[in-house]
């Protein structure tokens, strides 16, 4: 399992659900992986279980945010690692509400951790590699609402969209760097995010329906197509969205 052997990744959001499943692949494959999150107990959490599997990694409670933490976190993985290679930005929350009634409170928050932290912390990734002549792969956690609007996520599929045209933005400008950035748009993934309505027979019953494949997807398979995107299979792959959604886009477009 060496498909990433040698490289250093970031991935941020590392310490539960997709993002903890992406930072234990990229350690099976070789690769030395730094977290970042919020909550130090996940955080330390997941770092234990990759140390524990013969992995190298490391954990900071960073909020994308704000550049200062992330200015912090990404100077001390070059400080310790000395390369970054990968950066996977996943971070990111969902929380539904009717356009109607959304306060612009939820609107920011929203446009804040999902869009404005993809902003920061991929230039501040990107400026590295450039400077340091090195290429790399930047990989957005988008979803499929970045491609399709679903109903009381205004500010989630606004959020999300922007996150797939930032993608092609920093491939169409990076892309003599030896940088490629890929936006992947997940479907409906089994982690606490999505716990709520997995828990509520009705709902879920009713939310099958909608995929084709007539399930929910599991984190690790989110993690293979990030695996693809890391590394050298996808080397002629960039500005690309890649839909991983057991089918459900084809019904709601
Ligand atoms: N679960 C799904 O069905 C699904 C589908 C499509 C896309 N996604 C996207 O995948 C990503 C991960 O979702 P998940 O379901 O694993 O969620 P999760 O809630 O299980 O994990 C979210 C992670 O992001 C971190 N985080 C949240 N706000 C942060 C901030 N301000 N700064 C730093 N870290 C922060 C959390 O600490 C946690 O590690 C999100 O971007 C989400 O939009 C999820």
Known sequence: MTRLAGKVALVTGGSLGIGRAIAHAFSREGAKVAICGRGKAALEL?????????GEALAFEADVQHPEPVDAMVDAVLGAWGRLDVLVHNAGVNAPVPFLEMPLSQWDRHIHINLRGTFI????????????????????????????????????????????????????????????????????????????????????????????????GQPEEIADAALFLAGDESRYVTGHCLVVDGGQLIRLS
């Open 121 to 216: 912390v991929a230039q501040r990734v990107c400026k590295e590699m450039v400077a340091r002549k090195q290429p790399g792969s930047i990989i957005f956690m988008s979803s499929v609402n970045g491609l399709a609007a679903e109903a009381n996520l205004a500010h989630y599929n606004a959020s999300k969209g922007g996150m797939n045209l930032l993608a092609m933005s920093i491939a169409l400008e990076l892309a003599p760097f030896g940088i490629r950035c890929n936006a992947l748009c997940p479907g409906f993934i089994e982690t606490r995010l999505t716990k709520p309505v997995i828990d509520n027979a009705p709902a879920i019953a009713d939310y099958l329906r909608t995929i084709p494949m007539g399930r929910v």
């Open 46 to 54: 997941t770092v234990e279980e990759i140390r524990q599997s013969g």
